[in-house]
Nanobody, 123 residues
Framework: QVLLVESGGGMVQAGGSLRLSCAAS????????MGWFRQASGKERYFVAA???????DYAESAKGRFTISRVDANKMVYLQMNSLEPEDTAVYYC?????????????????WGKGTLVTVSS
């Protein structure tokens, strides 16, 4: 069992930065690939970024060059550093865990979800 709790969301102006955090509980955290999805109002949930147990990363095209995902297994934490934010990045951001890094772009393949944190980017 893995419990995920996100934090760090808020309101920021376009061009600004935010760092999202995801705190995980559970003894097997190091076995999981971790990542982030986002869901804008009235839209589906989309993949943003993922990191494997050994640090391999994957990013959605919209996140490449602007977002950086990282993890600190000793603290059971996952981070998403978001720079050069745009109004189109406004969404609820969800932390997710899966034993299958190769399937991480598929939201249906996640084993655990957090409850999300809202990011609002104003123009």
């Amino acid at each position: 069992q893995v419990l995920l709790v996100e934090s760090g969301g808020g309101m920021v102006q376009a061009g600004g930065s935010l760092r999202l955090s995801c705190a995980a509980s559970g003894r097997t955290f190091h076995n999981y690939a971790m990542g982030w999805f986002r869901q804008a109002s009235g839209k589906e949930r989309y993949f943003v970024a993922a990191i494997s147990w050994n640090g391999v990363t994957d990013y959605a095209e919209s996140a490449k060059g602007r977002f950086t995902i990282s993890r600190v297994d000793a603290n059971k934490m996952v981070y998403l550093q978001m720079n050069s934010l745009e109004p189109e990045d406004t969404a609820v951001y969800y932390c997710a865990a899966s034993t299958k890094f190769s399937s991480f772009r598929d939201s249906g393949a996640m084993d655990y979800w957090g409850k999300g944190t809202l990011v609002t980017v104003s123009s």
